[in-house]
């Protein structure tokens, strides 16, 4: 982070870190870069780019300004989230184990189960609210820790601090995959993480109309790794979809704020429907993972699964809702609601990671309050 902005609030680097006045011409905005490739001056020579795939000025904008949330010293953009945890796992080898949490978002299990594995990966699916079922799972060959917190869509809430101590002492790397909590509600590199991913398309960008990834972290030879498999494979965002997942970090500490009240207003509503019997949000005392979301978050963000009577009950809920739209995603400024089952998780049916078909899982927009609540009661009730 440049000056003046070291030691500026999460809200005002969001805004201005990597993202100084174009020194050209005084454009406020960080211009994009729509270009394939650069001019050299001579041979081998030029202002920092040669071609796209390698590196654009728009492109390091926004790579400065994750970074910063993060408090991380590299940031790296990617063309989704899974090509961002496709490059931290191809830092492993043939042979290597990864011990990851038993209810990881579906298209990550999915990566390592059918992409990874066959390539020569191994890994194992814990409760990773337990650390003597870490120990047990743990082999000779484990090299890296994966960690999602509040999971998807169950919302458990894991210690990053206490996972990321474990790993550290057998010499392993943790990976957290912050993408529901955000660098604004938690920062696992402080807690000691090694590498937090995120799938940008989510809160970093906010508003439904792009999709990205992104991969940071501390440690420098780590960093020069990323950043080769990256270029070698070619996993990057064109600079239109990130000059949009810039514009929508710049609202990112507010759009949170809002997301999180309405969260709180929308279990209240839940709460009071006698056909729901449980909510799964680390904002309630009676949450298993409250003390730890209390000491990790800032706030319990914006997601809320809930569970139904059945699968029918729950089928029937989401067809009712209004003004939550039946889709797959999250985190944009509009309120969805989906039934993981058969949608964002249907790729885990008949795996360890299957999802319960009576789970209906919200993403809460930053909508009327009131407009929310209403459509939940009539929805579920």
Known sequence: MTQPWEGAGFATRAIHVGQEPDPQTGAVIVPVYQ??????????????????????????????????????????????????????????????????????????????????????????????????????AWTPATRMLWVETPTNPLLTVLDIAALAGFAAERGARTVVDNTFATPYLQQPLALGADVVVHSTTKYLGGHSDVVGGAVITNDDALAERIAFLRNAIGGVPGPWDVWLTLRGVKTLAIRMRAHCDN???????????????????????????????????????????????????????????????????????ESLVEHPGRMTHLSVAGSPLEVPGDLVRLSVGIEDVDDLVADVRQAVS
Request: glycine share 10%; charged share 20%; aromatic share 8%.
């Open 35 to 136: 270009t394939s490739t650069f001019a050299q001056s001579a041979v081998g020579e030029h202002r920092g780019w040669d071609y796209a795939r390698s590196g654009n000025p728009t492109r390091d904008a926004l790579e400065a300004a994750l970074a910063s949330l993060e408090g991380a010293a590299h940031g790296f953009a990617f063309a989704s989230g899974l090509a961002g945890c496709d490059a931290v796992l191809r830092t492993l080898s043939p042979g290597d184990h990864v011990v990851l949490a038993n209810d990881v978002y579906g298209g990550t299990y999915r990566q390592f189960a059918r992409v990874h594995q066959p390539w020569g990966l191994q890994f194992t699916p814990v409760d990773l609210t337990d650390l003597d079922a870490v120990a047990a």
């Open 263 to 333: 969260a709180r207003a929308v279990v209240a509503a839940l709460q009071d429907c006698p056909t729901v019997r449980e909510i799964l949000y680390p904002g309630l005392a009676s949450h298993p993972g409250a003390d730890a979301a209390t000491r990790q978050m800032r706030d319990f963000g914006g997601m809320v699964s809930f569970r139904m009577a059945d699968e029918d009950a729950a089928l029937k809920a989401c067809a009712r809702f209004r003004v939550f739209t039946l889709a797959e995603s999250l985190g944009g400024v």
